[in-house]
């Protein structure tokens, strides 16, 4: 089994900044892409960014510029938010593309979530 762990979310003013983690565990052969996503209240959930093996980024335009995607080389991806706006208040999700053995097929996995707020 697979496991994806969030952490680092909670309320911030505006303007302020956050710094998001995900640590995937568990049957792990190679992670193909990780990748953050939100959901607001009464909203879909949404892209937020992505980050591929190669070390591709991939931003939603409403972040770009403000957010930084990053990961490591333990299976840990981060999310560096800056300029945090009211409108980013949202749940967000890690998301991971993992392979558990050579077998090239490869599955979503989703973390449980992590309250950001942002609030004077």
């Known amino acids: 089994q697979v496991h994806l762990v969030e952490s680092g979310g909670g309320l911030v003013q505006p303007g302020g900044s956050l710094r998001l983690s995900c640590a995937a565990s568990?049957?792990?052969?190679?992670?193909?892409?990780m990748g953050w996503y939100r959901q607001a209240p009464g909203k879909q959930r949404e892209l937020v960014a992505t980050?591929?093996?190669?070390?591709?980024t991939n931003y939603a335009d409403s972040v770009k510029g403000r957010f930084t995607i990053s990961r490591d080389a333990k299976n840990t991806v981060y999310l560096q938010t800056d300029s945090l706006k009211p409108v980013d208040t949202a749940v967000y999700y890690c998301?991971?593309?993992?392979?558990?053995?050579?077998?090239?097929?490869?599955?979503?996995?989703w973390g449980q979530g992590t309250q950001v707020t942002v609030s004077s």
């Open positions: 998301r991971a593309v993992i392979q558990s053995s050579p077998d090239p097929r490869a599955y979503d996995y």
């Open positions: 568990g049957r792990i052969f190679s992670i193909n892409a």
């Open positions: 980050i591929t093996s190669a070390g591709s």
